[in-house]
């Protein structure tokens, strides 16, 4: 009795894990369809074809064209759908008679895998020759793809109420906008000013708030434009921000943004001292990494669009400004590294002629000392052989002895005896 509710148990979890998966897929289908305006059967197509991935979907469809015969384009390719209505055995639904008329009446629901297993057709398979409806017979869906639709579905609940983070935003924009697809930092805002600074960019700062109208118009005008594309790979680091979120909202507070979305163009620097202009604002975020603001692009009002010929005529100039300077730069570091090399040149020609005069002098030192030296020793030499002469004839001019010296001598000879 144990191993029946234990087994009724498992048998429930499966199933109304399967109908959950049917309540995601049809959701997946309701979109797509709103978001192509195309039928539930193209939909249901084009989700099977892609794994039931929406954004794949949505990008496959626009890829192709929306055209009404879609569907027979990937048809081949889409994998049989659990919860279809098409008959037993076949791998694509078949439309009926009544939905062949037009293309956005829904096809006919096939009953749930709830209510099978609730009138006991859940456990039995049909037999081979059963011609009733595949979904007495279908599988359940594999762990991996509900787990994936429910991710899909939580990471977008969380950006619609967190807000998007800025390593997402590529993605984000590729299944909003389609490509081409600018290349944007997955860092934070503190590794992506260190990066631009350490590659000679400027960084491009995109505060994001809410889709509208001019969030489209930004993406689809300014962001795609092959202009602005390759500014981008060329001269820029562009990081995104949800202001939703702390840092970007913090940072657009900072920059004193109040209408978005905005564009905000800084010049990453070393320290602040290095700020330049004359209001030599500098932003400080993280603490110890400094970017000075060039040049705000918001609208004129909260969600009003902005011009992209005005938004692409400022971008173009401050990266001109910017490649300026830049060779400026390089150019004055060139002429002072010249500058350096032929003081240095000239420096070690001065210590080396001093080095030699200085060798000179002390040879010409060392000469006069021995020849100082050569001199005083032939004086002393006349000198020892004056005063060796005169002992020699001394005992010639010597007084004879006197006469108490001898009875001395006598006496002590005698002593001796």
Not at 73 to 101: F, I, L, M, N, Q
Not at 147 to 164: A, E, T
Request: charged share 20%.
């Amino acid at each position: 009795a144990l191993c029946s509710n234990h087994c009724g148990a498992l048998i429930c979890a499966v199933f109304g894990m399967a109908a959950d998966v049917a309540a995601v897929h049809q959701d997946c289908v309701a979109q797509l369809r709103e978001i192509a305006g195309i039928g539930d059967e193209a939909a249901r197509q084009l989700l099977q074809a892609t794994d039931w991935r929406l954004e794949d979907a949505i990008g496959l469809h626009f890829a192709q064209g929306a055209d009404g015969d879609l569907a027979e384009g990937v048809a081949a390719a889409a994998p049989p759908d659990p919860y279809g209505a098409g008959p037993a055995g076949s791998s694509v639904p078949v439309a009926r008679p009544h939905e062949a008329s037009s293309s956005s009446s829904p096809p006919r629901a096939s009953a749930s895998v709830s209510t099978r297993a609730s009138a006991g057709e859940g456990a039995s398979s049909p037999s081979a020759g059963d011609g009733g409806d595949a979904e007495a017979g279908s599988p359940v869906p594999t762990l991996t793809g509900w787990f994936g639709s429910l991710g899909k579905r939580l990471s977008d609940l969380g950006q619609s109420v967190l807000g998007i983070a800025s390593e997402d935003f590529e993605g984000w924009f590729e299944g909003r906008y389609g490509r081409p697809t600018p290349t944007f930092s997955k860092e934070c805002f503190g590794d992506a000013t260190k990066r631009a600074l350490e590659e000679n960019r400027l960084l491009l700062v995109w505060f994001h708030q809410e889709e509208s109208t001019a969030t489209e118009r930004l993406c689809r005008d300014i962001l795609q434009n092959s202009l602005v594309l390759e500014l981008i790979d060329r001269n820029f680091i562009l990081w995104a921000g949800d202001v939703c979120r702390f840092e970007p909202g913090q940072i657009s507070r900072l920059l004193t943004c109040t209408a978005f979305p905005a564009l905000v163009v800084c010049h990453p620097l070393r320290n602040g001292f290095d700020a330049f202009g004359a209001e030599r604002f500098c932003l400080e975020w993280p603490l110890g990494t400094y970017a000075q603001p060039l040049l705000q692009l918001c609208p004129p009002q909260p969600g009003e669009a902005r011009s992209p010929d005005e938004a692409i005529a400022a971008l173009t100039s401050v990266a001109a400004d910017h490649h300026d300077a830049e060779s400026a730069r390089q150019a004055e570091g060139t002429a002072r590294r010249m500058q350096a090399d032929e003081d240095r040149s000239l420096r070690e020609e001065q210590d080396r002629e001093y080095e030699q005069g200085l060798l000179a002098d002390q040879l010409r030192a060392i000469q006069r000392a021995e020849a100082a030296e050569g001199s005083g020793g032939g004086g002393a030499a006349d000198q020892v052989a004056a005063s060796g002469a005169a002992p020699a004839a001394a005992p010639t001019s010597a007084a004879p002895p006197r006469p108490d010296d001898t009875s001395a001598a006598a006496a002590s000879a005698e002593a001796a005896v």
